[in-house]
């Protein structure tokens, strides 16, 4: 079993930056893909940036590609997501999940473990 907890979210202005941790928990860290999602208020959850299990591979949405990087630190059993560039459609609850030895997957359905959410809101 393997807890994910996110920090790191808040209230931006658009054209900010914010950092998005995950902290893993209950099981060695590394091997295990981590990815990003996020749900805004009536919708459905969508992929935001994954990457693989070594950390060798990323994948992003287009629309946040180039304004948000994904890192690891596995001595750390940490995520991040850097979330630069902000806008006030990326307001949303951000998600982060793992799953074992898997790729960089935008298929929420891969992933075998999620965090609670956090939320970002980014004012106009």
């Known amino acids: 079993q393997v807890r994910l907890v996110e920090s790191g979210g808040g209230l931006v202005q658009a054209g900010g930056s914010l950092r998005l941790s995950c902290a893993a928990s209950?099981?060695?860290?590394?091997?295990?893909?981590m990815g990003w999602f996020r749900q805004a208020p009536g919708k459905e959850r969508d992929f935001v940036a994954a990457?693989?299990?070594?950390?060798?591979?990323?994948y992003f949405a287009d629309s946040v590609k180039g304004r948000f990087t994904i890192s690891r630190d596995d001595a750390k059993s940490t995520a991040y997501l850097q979330m630069n560039s902000l806008k006030p459609e990326d307001t949303a609850v951000y998600y982060c999940?793992?799953?074992?030895?898997?790729?960089?997957?935008?298929?929420?359905?891969?992933?075998?473990?999620w965090g609670q959410g956090t939320q970002v809101t980014v004012s106009s």
């Open positions: 999940a793992a799953r074992r030895w898997g790729s960089a997957s935008a298929d929420r359905n891969e992933y075998e473990y």
């Open positions: 209950g099981r060695t860290f590394g091997g295990y893909a």
């Open positions: 990457m693989d299990w070594s950390g060798g591979s990323t």
